[in-house]
């Protein structure tokens, strides 16, 4: 065999190591997006305790700034 024919048929061969590689990335990127539901679930709680304890007008001054932040984190 040459090492054309070698190097060809190796080309061809399924590469079990994109494959593990391609699940092990869609995994991580489920739980980024996991984690960043998490957050805003936890987020929305913080703006309605604030909500019930400061009152409605300073809570809307709070979550302006919070947005504000969020934002900036978000970027």
Known sequence: M????ASLTFSH???KHN???SE?????I???LMN???LRLRYIQLMNDAQKI???DEAIDLIK????????LST
Do not use: C, D, T
Not at 2 to 5: D, E, G, L, P, T
Not at 65 to 72: F, N
């Open 36 to 38: 960043k539901q998490e």
């Open 54 to 56: 400061l009152g409605r």
């Open 65 to 72: 700034e919070s947005e504000v932040i969020w934002e900036k």
């Open 24 to 28: 092990k990335s869609l995994h991580e």
């Open 30 to 32: 489920q739980m980024q």
């Open 2 to 5: 040459s090492h054309h024919n």
């Open 19 to 21: 494959a593990a590689l």
């Open 13 to 15: 061969a399924p590469n």
